[in-house]
């Protein structure tokens, strides 16, 4: 997105939540897209001048979900491609996974252990349908990635797709995360943090391909929405609590994902009464000084103010 549309866009928003919603209510609808409006004070009493504030520093693809679900018109042209993209995992964070068709297997490995981080890759030569249209399809999946992983191994350089996937990245400001395998990042990405994929098994990889998406500025709300979003609603134990485990090693996760989740758990009669799963949810949320009490849906520890170390 452009500076100037980036800046349209949000003044469409601001102007769109002032007309119909009160301060209280943009404060619960802005947190369902990871943004953190907690104690924000505006720079001046104006509904629009706090949404342009709150938004200022939010990555494109959040503006662009909001402006989606207001239904502003002027993006309603790209997002409806999402509706065409059957082949993304729903509620997952997208990926697509840029390689060459020798590379086949390293990209579908890496697709398979992403999964379990929330995270829903695309690899053309396995997600394309034999009956449906090979570039059609190619370009649904650049348009609606949230970021692109970029396998860099020989003979990517001389390949009029990979550069062409990539220079679309570059052209619509996506994350890009290259992956050194044998090929230094070049052109246009020479200036990115590559991941080295030599002597490494493919688990290694995927965790510092999440580390990259929740440390850029562009991709951890979204990330961590999704990521606790999957944890609330999971119906497996094992795979919340891998999820759980994930999330323990992550800083600063906001206060409003984690009540989030929990509503979800306390609904969820299948994570609620597996005294395993609590156990790990507490470890997890001892570190924000808050606990889950299924029996009385209580989220907060009762803190003494003298116990508190300034």
Same mark, same amino acid.
């Given at each position: ?131 449906k249209e090979w ?82 500025? &562009?991709?951890? *709300?979204?990330?961590? +929405?999704? /990521?606790? #979003? %999957?944890?609330? =609603? ?26 989030q989740m929990l ?8 994570? &609620?009464?597996? *005294?395993?799963?609590? +156990?790990? /949810?507490? #470890? %997890?949320?001892? =570190? ?23």
């Amino acid at each position: 997105m452009k500076p100037r549309e980036r800046i349209r866009l949000i003044n469409e928003i601001a102007l769109k939540l002032q007309e119909e919603m009160k301060y209280s209510e943009i404060d619960m609808y802005l947190p369902s897209f990871g943004i953190n409006c907690k104690d924000y004070q505006p720079s001046t009493n104006s509904k629009r001048v706090y949404v342009q504030e709150l938004l200022a520093n939010e990555s494109n693809e959040t503006i662009l979900n909001i402006a989606y679900d207001l239904e502003l018109t002027t993006i309603t042209q790209n997002k409806d491609k999402e509706n065409l993209a059957t082949f993304w995992e729903a509620n997952y964070f997208k990926i697509f996974i840029s390689h060459l068709a020798k590379h086949k297997k390293q990209a579908t490995n890496l697709r398979s252990v992403l999964k379990s981080y929330g995270i829903s890759g695309f690899v053309a030569h396995v997600d394309i349908e034999p009956s449906k249209e090979w570039q059609s399809e190619i370009e649904i999946a650049l348009h609606t990635m949230d970021a692109i992983v970029v396998i860099l191994m020989e003979g990517f350089k001389e390949s009029n797709w990979c550069d062409q996937e990539v220079g679309f990245a570059v052209g619509k400001d996506t994350l890009i995360i290259p992956i050194k395998k044998d090929l230094d990042p070049y052109g246009f990405i020479a200036k990115y943090q590559a991941i080295n994929g030599n002597n490494k098994n493919v688990g290694e990889v995927a965790q510092e391909v999440f580390t990259a998406i929740i440390k850029h500025s &562009k991709s951890k *709300n979204k990330m961590l +929405s999704i /990521l606790t #979003n %999957l944890v609330g =609603k999971s119906t497996n134990v094992s795979d919340a609590i891998k999820r759980i485990n994930i999330l323990i090693n992550i800083s600063n996760i906001p206060e409003e994902l984690l009540v989030q989740m929990l509503e979800q758990i306390y609904n969820n009669s299948i994570l &609620k009464n597996s *005294n395993i799963f609590i +156990s790990n /949810l507490n #470890n %997890l949320l001892e =570190k924000y000084q808050m606990t889950f009490k299924n029996k009385d849906f209580k989220f907060y520890d009762d803190i003494d103010e003298n116990e508190i170390p300034f």
